[in-house]
Structure formats: structure tokens, C-alpha cells
């Protein structure tokens, strides 16, 4: 900063020299009224200072539209494939479902993956049927003791107008428009995103929605108060909550396939 240590800068501005090193990584902008006085002790003025032309090295936004039939099935393994810590799974939406034949080997191949410790697998979902609530239990008791983590969204909306939902892969990847009604598809693409702008504003976003969102699996499958509170609250009789629990054991989806994630 023109010889001026961040100290410096703080000094002369009358501000902690934390908010100093915040402005220079970019983690917020400084305020208006301190704006002035920064170009006036870098010696440049305020429109070269906050000029909005794109940094050298900020990656553009690059986004390409997804056809669900030919190339989605592929595309989720691939972006799996490169993945190396996290997959992010939001289910913002209302009562669709995802086509069986499309994540068949994706869900088997998370499924491998939870199991061998690899990968942490991230959901926030609205729950709007116990049927799609069993699913989720089931899942919960396969993955035991792996980083498999649910979090309800809006528990109990049964009524809710299409939002969003995708995969976030290692937050490099944005899979949006994750889900469909028909088998197959048709005339439903999905948009695959990357950038560091996208990356910024989905990294805020699923924080946002996940602080929010109510932990299912806080102890794994040795505590379902959380699961039976909310099979209770959409509608599941108290009588009929250890069927539930065995209904959701013994469930299995297309050909063997674990539940959908």
C-alpha cells in the first residue's frame, strides 16, 4: 500500500487495523465516509481505487445449459468423479423427484464413497411427505457413523411453488435445476455453473439456508427423536412409528441402489 503498512492505513483513517486487512482481501469494501481518505493516503483517487473492471485473476462465470436425457446421467459422475471432499445436496423445491435411471450409478457411487470415508455428503431438503421422510431415514441408518448430514428446511410445506435445487461439488461445481417431473425428463435442462462469482454467491447462500435448517441425524441412527418428531408432525401415527423405522430398513430403490441423496 504505496510504502504504508496496514497500521498505517489505520491510523490514519481511525479504524482497527482488522478492518484495514479486511478491504485488502476483499472480504467487504470500506465505507463511504472512509473512502475519501484511503485514496487520499495512497495517492490515487477514489474511481481508480474501486474501479468494478474484473481483477486479472478473478475466473469468469462460465455456464452451460445441461439436457437432462443426453448428457445429465454422465455429467453427475464426472463432476463426482473430481469431487474430492464434499457434495452439498439442496432439495428446495416442490414434491418432484429426481428420475430413477439418472442417478442410479450416482447414488451407488456416493454411497462407496460414504463408506470408505471419502467424501461428506451435505442435505437440505423441505420435507413434505413421509414417504420422501423415509427415504431419509433410511440413508440415516445405512450411513451411520459417516459424514452424512441432514438438515429439514420449512418442515411440514406441503404447498411450495419451485425453487431451487442441485448439487454443489466441492464448491467448484454448481449443478442447478436438479429436479423433474416425468421419467424421462423431457424439456427440463439443468445449468452446470463455475466462477469464482457463482462460487461466492452459493457459498453464501447454502450457509445462509444450512445455519437455518433443523439437524436430523445429530447422533446418527441412535437418535431418531428428531426423524420421529417430524414423521409425527406430517402426519405418521405414534402407533405406527416402529413400522416406519422398519419400512425404511429394508427400503431399496431401482435396482438396488441406496435412496436418493
Request: aromatic share 10%; proline share 5%.
Amino acid at each position: 500500500m504505496r510504502g504504508l503498512s496496514r497500521q498505517d492505513i489505520a491510523v490514519r483513517l481511525h479504524v482497527d487495523v482488522t478492518a484495514v486487512s479486511a478491504w485488502e482481501a476483499g472480504k467487504y469494501a470500506p465505507r463511504s465516509s472512509h473512502r475519501l481518505a484511503l485514496a487520499h493516503a495512497l495517492e490515487t483517487d477514489i474511481e481508480a481505487l474501486f474501479s468494478a473492471a474484473p481483477d486479472a485473476e478473478t475466473q469468469p462465470v462460465r455456464a452451460e445449459v445441461v439436457d437432462t436425457v443426453e448428457e445429465l446421467p454422465s455429467l453427475l459422475i464426472q463432476l463426482l468423479g473430481r469431487t474430492q471432499n464434499r457434495l452439498q445436496a439442496l432439495r428446495l423445491a416442490a414434491p418432484y423427484s429426481t428420475a430413477a435411471y439418472v442417478q442410479t450409478e450416482f447414488r451407488a457411487t456416493i454411497s462407496e464413497r460414504l463408506r470408505s470415508r471419502s467424501i461428506e455428503v451435505q442435505r437440505v431438503e423441505i420435507f413434505y411427505s413421509l414417504d420422501r421422510l423415509k427415504e431419509v431415514l433410511a440413508n440415516i441408518m445405512r450411513y451411520d457413523g459417516c459424514s452424512y448430514h441432514v438438515k429439514a428446511y420449512c418442515v411440514g410445506t406441503s404447498d411450495v411453488a419451485p425453487a431451487i435445487g442441485g448439487y454443489f461439488f466441492d464448491e467448484n461445481d454448481f449443478l442447478l435445476g436438479g429436479y423433474w417431473t416425468g421419467i424421462p425428463p423431457l424439456d427440463r435442462p439443468g445449468l452446470h455453473l463455475q466462477g469464482e462469482p457463482v462460487r461466492t454467491f452459493f457459498r453464501a447462500y447454502w450457509n445462509e439456508i444450512w445455519h437455518r435448517g433443523r439437524l436430523l441425524n445429530i447422533r446418527g441412527a441412535h437418535d431418531l427423536s428428531a426423524v420421529r418428531d417430524l414423521a409425527q408432525r406430517l402426519g405418521l401415527r405414534n402407533s405406527l412409528w416402529n413400522d416406519f423405522c422398519e419400512e425404511a430398513r429394508a427400503l431399496d430403490i431401482g435396482d438396488g441402489a441406496p435412496p436418493l441423496i
